[in-house]
Each structure stands twice: as C-alpha cells, then as structure tokens.
C-alpha cells in the first residue's frame, strides 16, 4: 500500500527516536511491500524558535495531507518560562483539538525480562497488560478558557457532554470486545456532577456491548487498585485528567517511561503516534534514550491508521526479541548490568526484522 506519513521530531530526545522509527518503518515498507513517503514538519520549542507559533501553519498542511503522524516530544528548559506567551506544550494540545483526536490510547505491558527491576513485587506486575483510553480534547484540560478568574481567585472548569462521553466509551468498549471483554471506568460520581454524567452515559453505552464486563472505580479508589491488582484490569476508560494521571502512575508497572506507546484517533483512520515520555531534557543529544515507546508508537500507527496488523505486529515480535536478548538501554538495565545506546538497540531490532 502507498501512505504518507507526516514526522514531527520535536525537541530533546524527540529527534532521537523518531529518527529511529522512520528508518524501522522504512525497512517495514521494504520488507512488506509498500510505499511510506515521509514528510517532515516542525512543532514545538523549535518551531518557536524558527517562526514564533508551536505549530506553524505548514506543519498543520503537511499533516492535513497524510495519513497518519508520528511525533517524537515537544518541550525543554530553554522555553519552560512561564511568563512567556508561547509555550511549545501548546502546537501538542493545538494539534491534538484541530485534527479532533478525542481517544488517546496508551497500552501499558510487562515485560517478564524487566519485572525484577521494576519497584512493585514482580509476582504483582506478571501479565499485566492494560489500555488506557483516556477523553483527549474536553473536560477540565479544555474547560472555558474566557473566565478563569483572577488575582487571588482562580478556577478551571470541567465539562462533559453526552456525545463526547459517548464517543470515548463506544472506543473503549471495542477495544475490549477485542481484548479480554473487561472494561473499568474511572469517574468522580459521588463528587463531580460532571462525572456523574460520564458514569451515566457510560452504563447507557454499555447496553449495546452487553458481554464486556463492566465495572466502575471512582477516580481515589482507582490509584490504588492499580498498585495492588495491576493485572486484574484489561480495558481502563477515563475523562482527560483522571486519564491523564492514571497512565502516567502505571507507566511505573511498564519499568520506564521510555517503554510506552501512545496513539490519539478519531472516528476515521487518521492518528497521531508518539510516545508517552517528553523530551527528557537530562540525557538528550547523548544517544541513550530509550527508543521502545517511540517503536512500540510506529506498530500503533501501523495498525490503527494503515490496518495493516501484521507490519505492526512484527515490529512488537522484534522489540519482544531484542529484550529477551537481554539488550537493555541506561533506563532499563538492572545495576550491574551493561547498557546499550539508542543506536545499538535500534540496530538489534531492524535486525529482527
Ligand atoms: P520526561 O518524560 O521528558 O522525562 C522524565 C524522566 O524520564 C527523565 O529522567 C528522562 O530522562 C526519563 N525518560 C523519558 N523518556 C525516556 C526515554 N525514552 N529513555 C530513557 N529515559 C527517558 O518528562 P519531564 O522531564 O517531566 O519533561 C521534560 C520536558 O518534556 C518538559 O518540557 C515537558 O513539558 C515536556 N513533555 C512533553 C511531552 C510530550 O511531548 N508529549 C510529555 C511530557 C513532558
């Protein structure tokens, strides 16, 4: 098949890894027959640098014009002052609302080789493997932005509507028919009335995917059920901060930021792909970041926006075997153990290919 794919390396370890996933799927379209043409624009702290706005308008046409985007990470100290009226997190937030990308989905899994390093007793963390749907362009993260208050009073507003909740809970629940047919959604019923709509509309949603099992967590109680029984979960369907914190605790489960995926879709086949961590500004321009999340993004991309499930698959089957080769980047070695450089994994996983 022929796609175009629009590549958005970002700043720090952005370009680092994207690099990286380029050239993986590169080979993927070698090996399988197709025909990737990569386009690639500018976002954040070096968008700004170059035109002023985190996201320029060309960048918004190159990705109008492909099929997909792959985004490495925006952000760094140099642009970090928060008095300054352009802040490179906006081209993400910007990008993410324009192109409408309402479900962001990001699997977190264990890797048997990896539990023993990891800070929670490995006999918890075996089989864990858990997708995140999180609500991506509404709730507090989006509430009206006019009033806000000032001086010593301030407040953010969080908002829901049937349709956006619907929209999330309808990609949930598929996600779980395909999975284990387990689905909880966290909410702050008892509290928020927002939430209460959201668990409202939820239970509503359920009717039509009568064999997903359902079960509901408020939003406290569910940080620690994540702790305590990680692998008794399969689908997990959350507002845009609860999500928002919820994955990012049980990146923790996964070892390392560096080894989690991310995929933001709307209803068509369009998506951006980029991993969970940001620019990691304490190792970038030193060839050692992690690049699994940034991978493990090129198979979601490869999967959810070109359906081609068995390209997407083989990249999973090669970062599975360069792991169980005992290969392991700075973030991932155990003490003691020796570490290789973004390169050096990437070449073991092209390898196989
Ligand atoms: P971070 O994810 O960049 O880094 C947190 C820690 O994890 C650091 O110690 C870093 O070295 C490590 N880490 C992250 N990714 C890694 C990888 N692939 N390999 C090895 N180690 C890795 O989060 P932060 O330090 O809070 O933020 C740094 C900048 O990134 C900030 O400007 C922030 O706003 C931005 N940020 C951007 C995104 C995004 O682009 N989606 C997400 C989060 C943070």
């Known amino acids: 098949m022929k796609a175009t794919i629009a590549v958005l ?206 079960e509901h967590l408020l939003v406290d109680a569910a940080t620690m059920h994540l702790l305590t029984r990680p692998a008794s979960f399969d689908v997990i369907v959350a507002g845009n901060m609860f999500g928002d914190i919820l994955s990012d605790e049980a990146s923790v489960l996964a070892g390392s930021l560096g080894m989690l995926p991310s995929a933001s879709l709307r209803s068509d086949s369009f998506g951006l792909y980029e991993p969970v961590h940001g620019s990691a500004p304490d190792i970038a321009g030193q060839g050692i970041a992690n690049p699994i999340g940034m991978f493990l993004s090129a198979a979601m991309l490869l999967r959810y926006s070109l359906q081609l499930e068995d390209e997407a698959r083989a990249i999973e089957s090669a970062v599975d075997a360069a792991l169980d080769a005992g290969l392991r980047t700075a973030d991932i070695a155990g003490e003691g153990e020796a570490s290789v450089s973004t390169g050096e994994f990437a070449a073991a996983v092209k390898n196989r290919l």
Request: glycine share 10%; proline share 5%; hydrophobic share 45%.
């Open 9 to 214: 390396p970002g700043d720090g370890i952005g370009p680092e890894v994207v690099g990286q996933a380029k050239d993986l799927l590169a080979l993927i379209a070698a090996k399988f027959g197709h025909e990737f043409t990569f386009v690639e624009g500018m976002i954040g702290g070096i968008a700004i640098d170059e035109t002023g706005e985190p996201l320029p308008a060309e960048t918004v046409a190159i990705c109008e014009a492909a099929d997909a985007i792959l985004l490495g990470a925006v952000g760094g100290p140099k642009w970090s002052d928060p008095t300054a009226t352009v802040q490179p997190e906006r081209g993400l937030l910007e990008l993410r609302q324009r192109f409408g990308l309402f479900a962001n989905l990001r699997p977190v899994k264990t890797y048997p080789a990896l539990v023993d390093h990891a800070p929670l007793r490995a006999e918890l963390l075996r089989d864990v493997d858990i997708l995140f749907v999180r609500e991506l362009v509404s709730g507090i993260y989006f509430g009206d932005r006019q009033e806000q208050g000032a001086g010593d009073v301030s407040y953010d507003t969080m908002r829901y509507s049937r349709e956006e909740v619907e929209q999330v809970a309808n990609v949930a629940f598929r996600a779980a028919q395909g999975r284990r047919k387990k689905l909880c959604s966290v909410d702050k019923a008892n509290v928020l009335a927002s939430m209460r709509l959201w668990r409202r509309v939820v239970v509503a949603v359920h009717e039509e995917y009568e064999e997903v099992e359902l």
